[in-house]
């Protein structure tokens, strides 16, 4: 009687574990990690958004062309620059949170001018030329 009972007790708890570990997997199915948004900010807009979990890199949308600017980045702390988002930002780390990154660009500085002026010798007036430096200009027949 005490083998049976013992058989019984062994093959209980062993169905038991397999009931527990089967619904401690879902039934088989992988558990799907929790993700969050991170959204991309341009003066006040939602440009795009890319959800994580963390541990992963991620893709960086690429900015917009703003005329007279260049793009420096995604950055976290709007107005101070100083922690930018990068694509491995998240790759050690989770995310556990929505969050939401901003475009710094930074103003295109206007390039030095100069004044042009042609000498004819003698011939008929010209008008001065104005130009930047990264420019180049026809020469006046």
Request: one cysteine or more; a negative charge.
């Amino acid at each position: 009687m005490r083998t049976r009972k013992s058989k019984f007790i062994v093959i209980s708890v062993a169905l038991l574990a397999f009931v527990l570990f089967v619904g401690a997997t879902g039934c088989g199915n992988i558990i799907e990690k929790v993700k969050y948004d991170i959204y991309f900010d341009i003066n006040g807009s939602t440009f795009d958004t890319v959800e994580t979990g963390g541990n992963e890199t991620i893709t960086l949308p690429l900015a917009p062309i703003e005329n007279g600017y260049t793009f420096e980045g995604w950055y976290f702390d709007k107005g101070t620059w100083q922690d930018e988002l990068t694509a491995d930002y998240y790759a050690n780390k989770p995310l556990n949170d929505n969050v939401t990154v901003y475009a710094y660009y930074k103003a295109v500085p206007e390039p030095e001018k100069y004044t042009v002026t042609f000498d004819t010798r003698g011939g008929d007036a010209m008008s001065a030329v104005t130009v930047a430096y990264i420019e180049t200009e026809p020469v006046p027949v």
